[in-house]
Structure formats: structure tokens, C-alpha cells
């Protein structure tokens, strides 16, 4: 059996692993993200670790179910899995410390009632990955119903990208290296951190993160929900991510398709907005508001998963300095807050990037701005974040640039201006901290 003696791969450590106490304990650990964000990688790694500890290779398997040799696999088929499995090793039967990980496995209708069994009958631990969100939570929800532990895989994090260039870094920069974290930190906005690409040339990032997000329509959209109308769907995805970090208007995307002669309806585009966002390629944030209507009525602003997808897509990746960093920073929050949302102040509709909620209900301001050297724009910064802590009753808030550090005190307001290299570096618990 191939999947217990092929050698495993030696991938680059990823800051995601299970929860310590999960040993011996009767969850699946189960990993969701966007293609080729990294949760094979995270498997090999976590497996490799075992292997170092003591574990026998042949007690890790590992299937991924979009190889070609498993097509047609059905969920009657599991049981052989475990047929073979336990004829090759029965002395393994009543081992404790056997690793099962299954790539991927959403594709698979019913997996959810193999895994349940599994978890309840066998002396294993279980790691499932997938690259649907929506799919993965229902059955964690439904029939794995408290017997798992989800987590999110994004791609490389700055500080995970600089371990990958050899960084050995801390949470501390010294001052003497500070212009070479800042040189990763414009290309790690520039081109990302999708594993595969940050290994590769550079002139060969374009075609790999378009390559992924052709992936992504083809097996995650038209043949996951069954959609006819390629050419819009592909349409659609290209327009949305030449627009990031803005609010969509998706009325005007269907007016642009439509004067092109691309006829898919209005409410198809709201709908493939949905299905990429369950495929982790887009991420939606929402209007601030303790109203269901008021949020309704107000666009979202979307990010990519990657800031390197706006570089990959864009026809003018010079003035898209902004755009990447405010994608970067929203990636960076995403990673440990999931409810994030824009809001606009009462008082004169200023913008505030993220107003995030924290677990247990703290709210803190994020606002993102290349530079502060320029009075107004420095103006217009600081006269958003203020009306915006006057509204929400806060008394300090944050700015994320490119470069400048310092503390600003605006009347009665406290604001840290803290260069994104050195932002992104922060323990994420101390993200809500100022």
C-alpha cells in the first residue's frame, strides 16, 4: 500500500498543528482552506513529527481523494480502506497511536458517516482536510456534531514566510536587520504566501496564482454546483479581483458583463459570489451595524486570500501598493478574528477599515495607510479613527502602514502608527493590544 511506505515529503514547519490536548481523545481534526494554501503540507508535516517521536511510518496513512486512481470512489468503499489496512497490519488492530489523514475528502458524499464511525470504533486519531467551508461545517455541525476540531489553513503568514527565506527571526526585530524584514515584507505583500508560489521564480508566480484559481472555478464552482455558464462564472471571478479591498457593487459587474454580451443573471453573480468565498479564494467583509437591514443594504468589501492574487490579476500591479497592504492586513486578522466588518462614521461617513470583535466581545479599530507623511492624508486618518472612537466609546486604536512608527495622541485619543513588518511579527494575541 503506497499511501503507508512512500516516503513523506519534508515540507517547511507550519505554525498549525492539533490541539495538545487532543491526544487520546475521540475528535477528527479537521483542516479547511483554499487549494494549495497549505494543508498537505500541514498533514506531511504533523506526520513527519510523529515519525520523529517514535511512531512506525506504516502507522501514518494518508489517501487524498482527488487522485485520479480513487475516481469513482463511493462511501461503501471506506470499509475496504480499513479491510486492507488492518490485513496487511492486524497487528495494529488494537494500537492506540495510528494516524489516519484523508485529503480532500469532502468530494466524497457521505464522508461525514465513515469519519463518525471511525472516531466511535476505532483506536485512531483522524485529521480530514477539504477545500469547502460550507460543506466541511454543516457535517461538523450535523453528524460529526461535537467530535471535531476545525481549523482554517491560510497561506504562509509573514512570519512563516520568513522562516521559509531562512529567517531565523523572534517577536523582537533588531534594529540592524530591520532593512531586510522590510524588503520581505514588500515582497512577501507583492506575491504572497501561497507555498508553491514562494518557492518558485518569480516570473512564474502570475501563471501559478492564476493556475489556482482556474482550479478553484473548475472544481470548487461549475462542477461542484453544477454550473453551465462558464464564461460568466470565469468573468465574474476576474472582475471581483481587480477590485479588492473595496465594496463590491455587484449590480454594476452584472451591468459591465451584460453590456458585453455575457447574459448571466443578477442573482447568479450573488450566488457565485457565495460559492468562492466557500472555496476560501474571496473573503467578505461586512458593514458594521447592530441592524440586519442596515448591514443588507451596504455593500461588502472583498479580499482575496492572498495579497499575490491582486499582483497575479492586476493590469497595473505598481498602483496596487494599497490595496495589497490593507488585503495583507486583513489576511493577517482573519487568521485569529472571524468577526471582522468596514464601518462609515455617523458623523461624516469616514471609513474605518476593521472594526473587529474579539471572542469575548471587545471591540478594537484597525485602520491601513501606506504612509502618514502627507498632513492630509494623516488628517483624514486620524479624523476617522476619532469620530469612530467616539462613536463606538474607545479610547485608543491603530493604524497599519508601510513604514511609519509612532504614537499619535489626537485630543483625547491614543493611536499606535505601526509598520506592518513589525505589526505582523506580533504574537496574534497581542493583535487587539495597543
Not at 456534531?145 to 512570519?159: D, K, T
Not at 504572497?192 to 521564480?201: L, S
Not at 479610547?395 to 502608527?417: G, H, N, P, S, W
Request: hydrophobic content about 40%.
Amino acid at each position: 500500500m503506497e499511501s503507508v511506505h512512500r516516503e513523506i515529503p519534508n515540507p517547511m514547519p507550519r505554525d498549525i498543528r492539533p490541539p495538545k490536548h487532543a491526544e487520546g481523545v475521540r475528535k477528527a481534526w479537521v483542516l479547511m482552506g483554499m487549494r494549495r494554501s497549505g494543508k498537505t503540507w500541514a498533514l506531511y508535516h504533523e506526520m513527519r513529527l510523529r515519525q520523529a517521536e517514535g511512531m512506525a511510518r506504516e502507522k501514518n496513512l494518508y489517501l487524498n481523494f482527488e487522485d485520479d486512481r480513487l475516481s469513482g470512489f463511493v462511501l461503501e468503499d471506506f470499509q475496504s480502506i480499513l479491510d486492507v489496512y488492518f490485513d496487511l497490519y492486524p497487528e495494529y488492530v488494537e494500537s492506540k497511536d495510528l494516524f489516519f489523514c484523508f485529503d480532500e475528502i469532502q468530494i466524497i458524499p457521505g464522508w461525514e458517516k465513515f469519519i463518525r464511525r471511525l472516531i466511535d470504533t476505532e483506536s485512531c486519531q483522524v485529521c480530514v482536510t477539504g477545500s469547502s467551508a460550507n460543506m466541511l461545517s454543516q457535517e461538523l455541525g450535523t453528524v460529526l456534531g461535537g467530535r471535531a476540531w476545525s481549523q482554517e489553513v491560510f497561506p504562509f503568514s509573514f512570519a512563516e514566510f520568513l522562516r521559509f527565506k531562512g529567517e531565523n527571526i523572534s517577536n523582537v526585530i533588531e534594529a540592524r536587520r530591520e532593512p531586510r524584514i522590510k524588503s520581505f515584507a514588500q515582497e512577501y505583500r507583492l506575491y504572497g504566501g501561497f507555498p508553491e508560489a514562494v518557492a518558485e521564480p518569480k516570473e512564474l508566480h502570475p501563471a501559478l496564482i492564476q493556475g489556482y484559481m482556474d482550479a478553484v472555478v473548475l472544481r470548487d464552482v461549475i462542477q461542484r454546483y453544477q454550473i453551465s455558464h462558464v464564461n460568466g462564472v470565469q468573468k465574474f471571478l476576474i472582475r471581483v479581483l481587480r477590485q479588492l479591498a473595496a465594496p463590491l457593487s455587484v449590480t454594476k459587474i452584472y451591468n459591465e458583463l451584460k453590456s458585453q454580451g455575457i447574459a448571466v443573471g443578477k442573482n447568479s453573480l450573488f450566488e457565485y459570489l457565495k460559492y468562492f468565498e466557500d472555496a476560501y479564494a474571496l473573503l467578505a467583509v461586512p458593514f458594521f451595524s447592530l441592524s440586519e437591514r442596515v448591514r443588507q443594504v451596504n455593500p461588502k468589501k472583498i479580499y482575496a486570500i492572498d495579497s499575490g492574487v491582486i499582483t497575479a490579476y492586476s493590469i497595473k500591479p505598481d498602483f496596487e501598493k494599497a490595496a495589497r497592504l490593507e488585503n495583507a492586513v486583513f489576511i493577517h486578522l482573519r487568521r485569529t478574528f472571524k468577526n471582522i466588518c468596514y464601518y462609515k462614521t455617523k458623523k461624516s461617513g469616514k471609513e474605518i477599515d476593521f472594526v473587529v470583535t474579539t471572542p469575548i466581545g471587545d471591540l478594537f479599530l484597525v485602520q491601513v495607510c501606506l504612509t502618514m507623511d502627507d498632513p492630509s492624508t494623516r488628517e483624514r486618518e486620524l479624523t476617522a479613527l476619532y469620530e469612530a472612537c467616539v462613536e463606538f466609546d474607545l479610547k485608543e486604536a491603530m493604524i497599519v502602514t508601510e513604514d511609519t512608527q509612532e504614537e499619535v495622541r489626537y485630543k483625547d485619543l491614543v493611536i499606535q502608527c505601526i509598520p506592518f513588518w513589525v505589526w505582523a511579527l506580533q504574537p496574534t494575541t497581542d493583535l487587539a493590544r495597543h
